[in-house]
């Protein structure tokens, strides 16, 4: 569908465009710049030697930098695509080589942490507008990105106070461009919403699949045999970047400890309706659920076909 | 893809086929049966006169009963497909008018019960093969059902002691024939497994999105807005028939606080992690939890595809 993200703008919004991390995100943002012309120069950046080669072999990107501090120089705007605990040592790296006046953004999933690690190594001239795209899959690496993964997705964006309100708007129409809604909050608040729709599912994702990897009762086999009912659809996330969600619990500590508190809270509640068969209540809980996903779909971000559509072709018409 | 189930069998495996409840499952069933010619009459019965108008409208039943004691009259094979805490009172009902030497079934997701609460109203002529396609979406009713539903998933028999061996065989030759893997176990073993693939996964989903239906710091449409994060993966199963649901918590309680136990005895580790910042600890976990979608997805029972392949149609080819 070429149509999802309308024609290339009349004129780039940036001239010089780096992006550090050729992952999933960061490669996406590349496909993403290219097909709208977002830049004028797109450049990449990346530690791996690999994933370098990878890049110049697609050709998602204008140029393919030896160095960060070279990649940098002269960008107009610069994001940070590597797990956030990378940040603050990337940020010291390239810091002193950033053009005067430069947007230094990134699309971390944990926002406070992003502006207290990496500020320090910032000039008072550069301004540092933090964005999160609420997007993915659970693949990563340069090969897994695609120019519509933001389309129809929130951005949050987190500019500390004093920003200069010029740098966010450019921010916000390079996502607007790329197909996304854009929001804009604190970072205290982001951290504690992500808290809840993503990182806390995550813990909880990574958490069953390790219980049932190693019960003595139900061999793994097993697991895997019968996880069409409804185990399997945990694995999905459970299967995402292990370093990128290792940062993210360790620089959100706080809001993830509080939201899963809640969790917790409300599962032992949960558990005591089991306990003493209280069925009403198990009803009750099982009915108000059903609204949320109702809700999702009605904005779209959710497909509202069966088993998230992923049933066997032409099951549908098989009547 | 008409070819998923092949052609029909050359002769019926059953006379007359009595299915009880067409929900999701009863529904698919009764297509199963119709496209494979399983039955030479599908006999439908449910106690919802609009369920019962609505099977004689899309036709998928050869007669549509008007009393169940009337359904299963001269039935071969009777399948329970009704929430599994209304087992007894159907069976308490069917009991006395069955066919001498019946074979008596049901899809049920635990299985200890079934055998508890409906062997009490079966003559010792009536032959009880309890079986669980572990198969569904999270949409119910006769219109949910397609007849594809049951291929290249498991349906696990868990006879009794003393179940005459050939009604077991044509009770897997059925399910055989409707697409599915059939293993035998133990009812035991198979509420204990369940309790882990599939029932202790719903009563997770469920909670997390109840906790997050009634945050204070963050509203609803926050948590809607921004479920792309992960949130919205655990809405799916948290849509389930709320019914249904109860009445397998009511039913499996010991196996379920089980699983829920070691569920919550390594989240407190996990969350223990969180805190003393075990960044080994996690990374190790998040690596671990990858092996076993890899082994869903090596043997045919989830798709390969990204984001369970609902990203926007086109998006792949979008670079």
């Given at each position: 569908m070429p149509d999802q993200l309308g024609p290339p703008l009349p004129q780039p919004l940036f001239g010089r465009v780096a992006i550090i991390g050729l992952g999933l995100i960061g490669s996406s943002l590349a496909r993403v710049a290219r097909r709208k012309g977002l830049a004028k120069t797109i450049v990449a950046i990346d530690l791996s030697d690999a994933v370098r080669a990878r890049v110049a072999e697609l050709g998602i990107a204008d140029e393919v930098a030896e160095t960060p501090e070279a990649g940098v120089r002269d960008a107009d705007l610069v994001i940070l695509c590597v797990p956030v605990g990378a940040n603050a040592t990337v940020a010291a790296v390239i810091g002193p080589h950033l053009k005067t006046g430069a947007v230094m953004s990134d699309v971390g999933s944990v926002k406070a942490s992003v502006i207290a690690n990496v500020t320090p190594y910032l000039r008072p001239d550069i301004s540092l507008v933090p964005a999160h795209p609420v997007a993915g899959t659970e693949f990563s690496g340069p090969d897994a990105g695609f120019a519509t993964l933001f389309v129809n997705r929130w951005c949050i964006l987190t500019p500390p106070d004093g920003t200069?309100?010029?740098?966010?708007?450019?921010?916000?129409?390079?996502?607007?461009?790329?197909?996304?809604?854009?929001?804009?909050?604190?970072?205290?608040?982001?951290?504690?919403?992500?808290?809840?729709?993503?990182?806390?599912?995550?813990?909880?994702?990574?958490?069953?699949?390790?219980?049932?990897?190693?019960?003595?009762?139900?061999?793994?086999?097993?697991?895997?045999?019968?996880?069409?009912?409804?185990?399997?659809?945990?694995?999905?996330?459970?299967?995402?970047?292990p370093t990128m969600w290792r940062d993210v619990f360790l620089n959100n500590k706080d809001a993830v400890l509080d939201m899963l508190g809640r969790f917790n809270d409300d599962l032992a509640a949960l558990r005591g309706m089991v306990e003493r068969s209280d069925g009403d209540g198990l009803f009750d809980l099982f009915t108000r659920t059903r609204a949320i996903r109702r809700g999702i779909i009605d904005i779209g971000q959710e497909t509202q076909k069966a088993d998230f559509g992923r049933l066997p072709a032409g099951s549908d018409e098989s009547q």
């Open positions: 200069d309100p010029a740098a966010t708007e450019k921010v916000r129409a390079f996502w607007s461009a790329a197909g996304s809604n854009v929001e804009i909050m604190s970072a205290t608040h982001h951290d504690l919403v992500l808290a809840i729709t993503s990182h806390v599912p995550h813990l909880i994702a990574f958490n069953i699949v390790g219980t049932a990897a190693h019960l003595e009762q139900v061999t793994n086999s097993e697991v895997i045999k019968f996880s069409a009912g409804g185990f399997r659809d945990f694995t999905r996330i459970a299967a995402s970047d």
